[in-house]
């Protein structure tokens, strides 16, 4: 015991400093890495969901709104002097053209992250991620590959993100410098930085919460617990308005 005490006199100050430093940091970086992940997943997950709804309701809205433009374009083609009924001839179509653009490519992917690929991506975004760069060169090299990740990620391609973190870990830049000194300096840096990228992701998970898709998202979830398809319910009276529509249609062109 008194050897041991002896030991801690004897280091320098920086020295102590420096190894409370790195415990700080070596809990930030896995508080970083799970906050990265949990950004990734919510993102994915509400692409994934934004893909069901297009699929299975938006292209129906699509469809009655198409008609709609019909409808409008009609009336404004009989009348062609009303600007009210021109006006909303163009509303209608650019509406339609909007549902359009919106429906005709939808991604059939659907995003499953396994645990296997969960783990990986903790590990790349652990060593790769742009908030513990030493330098704003370093910064630039590591968001590009991090964007890179994040993709493979999202994709669920497990052998890009093998590739990704195995030419890192390779890398002749991945070298850090010794000395007590320049180390406590960038492992102070680095904490800063992390600091920083928390507060963003809290900041855009909330934005994310907020959106109108993440509302629908966790109401059709809330309706999965309690036995109910929302997205078939919607999807069902969008069919019951396209059947409307086509009738108010036909009416005005016959």
Partial sequence: MTTRASGEQLRKPEERELENKKAELASLEVELVQHELDLATLRADLADFE???????GVLYAEL????????ETKAYRRPNDTDAQESAARARAQAQGSFESTRAIADAKFKPTERLKKLFREVAKRIHPDVAINDADRSRRQKVMAEAN?????????KLLAILHEWETSPESVEGEGVGPELIRVIRKIAQIQRRLVTIEAEMQQLRTSDLYQLWSKTDEAQNQGRDLLSEMASQAKQEIAAARKRLAAIVE
Avoid at 151 to 159: H, I, S
């Fill in 151 to 159: 993709r493979a990620y999202e994709e669920g391609d497990e052998a």
């Fill in 51 to 57: 893909n069901q709804y297009l699929r299975r309701v």
């Fill in 65 to 72: 709104d198409e008609i709609e433009a019909r409808i409008a």
